[in-house]
T-cell receptor, first 109, second 113 residues
Framework: KQEVTQIPAALSVPEGENLVLNCSFT??????LQWFRQDPGKGLTSLLL?????REQTSGRLNASLDKSSGRSTLYIAASQPGDSATYLC????????FGTGTSLTVIP | ETGVTQTPRHLVMGMTNKKSLKCEQH?????MYWYKQSAKKPLELMFV???????ENNSVPSRFSPECPNSSHLFLHLHTLQPEDSALYLC????????????FGPGTRLTVL
């Protein structure tokens, strides 16, 4: 069974700092990998989707990379803002979506 | 209108109650999903429907009963739940069943007393 791990579990940074969130998975036979954002008590918002044939995707201040062979993905957030505070979830899509437990990010003004 | 809506947003029920959660998607998708999100645990896939047919049931207890009357609506009927069933229940949809991206609703926060 696919296992998805996200490190760190929680992260607190000052506003303006660049940061990296990590996601690792055990089975490299995937179709794609998706990063989501979840605000407290709310549903998930899709941020970036990387197909298995791609190495990275960018959207604004966000950049996600994928190294399928090593089972790793990173989400890079540039120039962090207080509005970026949320939980970030990584989901690996094989025969179904497998989620990590997330990284809770706090950006301090 | 938000792509995927869920009602109610909050629900408190006793262990002997019967209640239903509703999900509606306005995206023209063919696949719908129910997930359970408990504190400190990854999202757990419960049920998958494709074109109104159930295609996956991940060993979910029978006290949870899904219903998909059409491709836009999905229900989760609840009966004789346990306190450990308290969680955030999320509905999602995708254009077709795997491997497409999924779009999530806001969830229903369920508390079982």
């Amino acid at each position: 069974k696919q296992e998805v791990t996200q490190i760190p579990a929680a992260l607190s940074v000052p506003e303006g700092e660049n940061l990296v969130l990590n996601c690792s998975f055990t089975d490299s036979a995937i179709y794609n990998l998706q990063w989501f954002r979840q605000d407290p008590g709310k549903g998930l918002t899709s941020l970036l989707l990387i197909q298995s044939s791609q190495r990275e995707q960018t959207s604004g201040r966000l950049n996600a990379s994928l190294d399928k062979s090593s089972g790793r993905s990173t989400l890079y957030i540039a120039a962090s803002q207080p509005g970026d505070s949320a939980t970030y979830l990584c989901a690996v899509n094989g025969n179904q979506f497998y989620f990590g437990t997330g990284t809770s990010l706090t950006v301090i003004p | 209108e938000t792509g995927v809506t869920q009602t109610p947003r909050h629900l408190v029920m006793g262990m002997t109650n019967k209640k239903s959660l509703k999900c509606e998607q306005h995206l023209g998708h063919n696949a719908m999903y129910w997930y359970k999100q408990s504190a400190k645990k990854p999202l757990e896939l419960m049920f998958v429907y494709s074109l109104e047919e159930r295609v996956e049931n991940n060993s979910v207890p029978s006290r949870f009963s899904p219903e998909c009357p059409n491709s836009s609506h999905l229900f989760l009927h609840l009966h004789t739940l346990q306190p450990e069933d308290s969680a955030l229940y999320l509905c999602a949809s995708s254009q077709d069943i795997r491997p497409d991206t999924q779009y999530f609703g806001p969830g229903t926060r369920l508390t079982v007393l």
